[in-house]
């Protein structure tokens, strides 16, 4: 019986990984901070997607598009208790994932940085405007005084959804190097 030379072994792989197979091809890299930083800023872009408006919605848009464009003709001719409730796209949740998007590593003067940030500052400084006239409508308010509320409420939320629709527009285009159909 003949005896090995003992030496120290080397120790075990991690639990879970596997030993590289000889002429097997590498397992495929990480995407680098660049590549990950332009998928989430696409995903951002994806789920805002649903936000603005299409004024001139096409025959593929559907019924919910129609609807919107059609309360969003309405409410620039004075009916503010039309006005959209969607406000949602814009809250603490939205918020935590463009701020968690921009601390991507990656270089940080992207246009699709920038563009972002603008949405958030345009988002900070308009939407209060925009939710003014949404909570009166929504505390049913116009039945104290007649509407004169909503009246006077309704400039400013027209112009914070303008404000807020643009910036989240040049974000879309921007984040998914693409140019949207709207009017």
């Not at 097997?24 to 660049?34: F, G, I, K, S």
């Not at 299409?54 to 503010?80: I, K, N, V, W, Y």
Request: with cysteine; glycine share 6%; hydrophobic share 45%.
């Amino acid at each position: 019986m003949a005896l090995t030379a003992c030496g120290r072994d080397s120790p075990p792989p991690p639990a879970g990984s596997a030993a590289p197979i000889a002429g097997a091809a590498a397992p495929p890299a990480l995407p680098d901070a660049e590549a990950t930083k332009r998928q989430a800023h696409a995903a951002l872009a994806r789920q805002l997607r649903a936000f603005p408006v299409q004024r001139t919605p096409a025959a593929h848009d559907g019924p919910t598009s129609a609807r919107m464009a059609a309360d969003d003709e309405r409410l620039r001719l004075g009916a503010f208790w039309r006005v959209r409730t969607d406000t949602h796209h814009f809250n603490a949740d939205f918020h935590a994932r463009a701020e968690a998007v921009l601390a991507l590593p990656g270089d940080g003067s992207t246009a699709a940085d920038a563009a972002l940030r603008r949405l958030l500052d345009t988002v900070d400084r308009r939407l209060p405007a925009w939710q003014a006239l949404v909570d009166y409508n929504a505390a049913e308010r116009m039945r104290d005084d007649g509407g004169e509320g909503g009246r006077q409420l309704l400039p400013g939320c027209i112009a914070a959804i303008d404000a807020i629709e643009a910036a989240a527009w040049a974000y879309i285009e921007t984040a998914t190097d693409r140019t949207p159909d709207h009017a």
